[in-house]
């Protein structure tokens, strides 16, 4: 089992729309999250940065987690076409390693 | 703002060929880490590096070394450059503090072909 899973997409929505992606990790000792955007042939780019269990909302983006589930999100309130990119969950593992799902590729079109 | 520079954005090298790749990070964090990213694999991770001279295998370190004589650089070596190394590798960095580990900051990557 993949210590993080996460939908590779793509995903594609209108302009306008709520996004919603999600990653499930496998251990429950994992405990700092992080999304990154990643534009085509760019490194990721630091989105949210969460600890605990709960929503933290920065502008159009809000992470979620749930640790009782293993259960992370990001979701984007009124998606634009610049929102078109991959999305990586990360998390710190409990030996100190930063491991990440591989991507989701979300494309908004006008 | 934390700054991540990595010191080619693309480079082509022959098959045998000694590689060295090069990033440097101007926020003195501690932890600093070599990934290649592939498609459909995700980011692997290949060595990191808690300080100064220390270094950690990562999940596929086999073709690689890595270097860190300065707390702000780290580099990535690849021994003797083969076909399958062809990829984009990223560099990263973060702080580490009594709470744990932080945000982790990227370069730009650079894009390897070996022919």
């Known amino acids: 089992q993949k210590e993080v899973e996460q939908d590779p997409g793509p995903l594609s929505v209108p302009e306008g729309a709520i996004v919603s992606l999600n990653c499930t990790y496998s251990n429950s000792a994992f405990q700092y999250f992080m999304w990154y955007r990643q534009y085509s042939r760019k490194g990721p780019e630091l989105l949210m940065y969460?600890?605990?269990?709960g929503n933290k909302e920065d502008g159009r983006f809000t992470a979620q987690v749930d640790k009782s589930s293993k259960y992370i999100s990001l979701f984007i309130r009124d998606s634009q076409p610049s929102d078109s990119a991959t999305y990586l969950c990360?998390?710190?593992?409990?030996?100190?390693?930063?491991?990440f799902g591989t991507g989701t590729r979300l494309q908004v079109f006008p | 703002d934390v700054k991540v520079t990595q010191s080619s954005r693309y480079l082509v090298k022959r098959t045998g060929e000694k590689v060295f790749l090069e990033c440097v990070q101007d926020?003195?964090?501690?932890?600093m880490f070599w990934y290649r990213q592939d498609p459909g694999l995700g980011l692997r991770l290949i060595y990191f590096?808690?300080?100064?001279?220390?270094?950690e295998k990562g999940d596929i370190p086999e073709g690689y070394s890595v270097s860190r004589e300065k707390k702000e650089r780290f580099s990535l070596i690849l021994e003797s450059a083969s076909t399958n190394q062809t990829s984009m590798y990223l560099c990263?960095?973060?702080?580490?503090?009594?709470?744990?580990?932080?945000?982790?900051?990227f370069g730009q990557g650079t894009r390897l072909t070996v022919v």
């Open positions: 990263a960095s973060s702080l580490f503090t009594l709470r744990g580990a932080t945000e982790a900051f």
């Open positions: 590096s808690y300080d100064v001279k220390m270094k």
């Open positions: 926020m003195d964090h501690e932890n």
């Open positions: 990360a998390m710190w593992t409990n030996t100190d390693k930063l491991i």
């Open positions: 969460t600890y605990s269990s």
